[in-house]
C-alpha cells in the first residue's frame, strides 16, 4: 500500500489508499485489513491516525469490523426496488413451513437516527419498536428489528400477539396500512456474537444482512 503526497490529513491519505486498493481488486471482499497496531508500526503513524483512517471507509460500508475478529473488506450491498412485497410469514407458508417467532424486545420510543430519517420524523417522534427471532418449522433463521410509525399505528402492540402474528398483515388488518413498495439493501455480513447465540451459529458465521424501508399505496414510509 502507497501512499503518495498531498495536502490532505495523513489518516486521509491511508483512507483512499485503501479505498484505491478495494476498488482495484488488491483487497477483496472478505480480506482482513491490518490491526491498528500493525498499520502504526509498519507506516510511521499513531493508532489514532490508523484508526481514523479504518473508522472513515467503515462509516462508508466499504469496511467492516467484528469486535474480536478485526477488520474486513465488506461485500458490495445490493440494492434492490421491491414492488411487489410480502413478510417473512408469507413467504414461509408459501414454502410449506409453519412459522412463530421468540419476542426479543416491544416497546415504545424514540426512533433511531436511521429510521428518523428514513421515515421522516423528527428524533423526538415516537416509533414502535419490534425485535423477534423468526423461526420456522421451530429453527431460527432471521433476527428481525423493526420500527413503525406510531403516529399512525396507536396501541400497536395491543392489537396481535406478535410471537405468531404477521407485521405486515397486521398493518393491513387493524389500520388499513397496505405494504405497496420498499427500497431494501442485501449485504453479505458476519454474524455478530449477540445475532450468532439467538439463531444458534458460531459467532462470525456466514449471514445475510437486509435492510428494507416500506411505502403505503401513496408512497409513504410506515
Known amino acids: 500500500m502507497s501512499v503518495a503526497a498531498a495536502p490532505k ?53 466499504m469496511l467492516k469490523t467484528l469486535i474480536g475478529h478485526g477488520t474486513f473488506v465488506s461485500t458490495p450491498a ?3 426496488e421491491l414492488t411487489a412485497l410480502s413478510g417473512f410469514t408469507q413467504d414461509m407458508e408459501r414454502l410449506g413451513r409453519t412459522t412463530t417467532s421468540i419476542l426479543v424486545n416491544a416497546e415504545h420510543g424514540t426512533p433511531s437516527a436511521e429510521a428518523a430519517k428514513a421515515l421522516e420524523l423528527l428524533r423526538h417522534h415516537s416509533v414502535y419498536k419490534l425485535a423477534r427471532v423468526r423461526l420456522a418449522d421451530g429453527m ?32 393491513e388488518k387493524y389500520f388499513g396500512i397496505i405494504p405497496t413498495s420498499a427500497e431494501q439493501t442485501v449485504a453479505a455480513d458476519l454474524a455478530d456474537p449477540a445475532t450468532a447465540l439467538r439463531l444458534k451459529l458460531d459467532p462470525g458465521a456466514a449471514v445475510l444482512r437486509q435492510t428494507r424501508l416500506t411505502r403505503d399505496a401513496g408512497g409513504r414510509p410506515f
Open 9 to 61: 490529513a495523513r489518516y486521509r491519505q491511508i483512507a483512499l489508499a485503501l479505498e484505491a486498493d478495494i476498488l482495484s481488486g488488491h483487497l477483496k471482499a472478505g480480506d482482513q485489513i491490518p490491526s491498528e497496531r500493525t498499520m502504526a508500526d509498519e507506516m510511521g503513524i499513531s493508532r489514532m491516525t490508523a484508526r481514523k483512517a479504518l473508522q472513515e471507509l467503515t462509516g462508508r460500508g
Open 78 to 80: 445490493i440494492q434492490q
Open 140 to 171: 431460527p433463521v432471521a433476527f428481525e428489528c423493526a420500527e413503525i410509525d406510531a403516529k399512525r399505528t396507536p396501541d400497536l402492540f395491543s392489537k396481535a400477539d406478535f410471537t405468531t402474528a404477521s407485521l405486515y398483515m397486521s398493518l
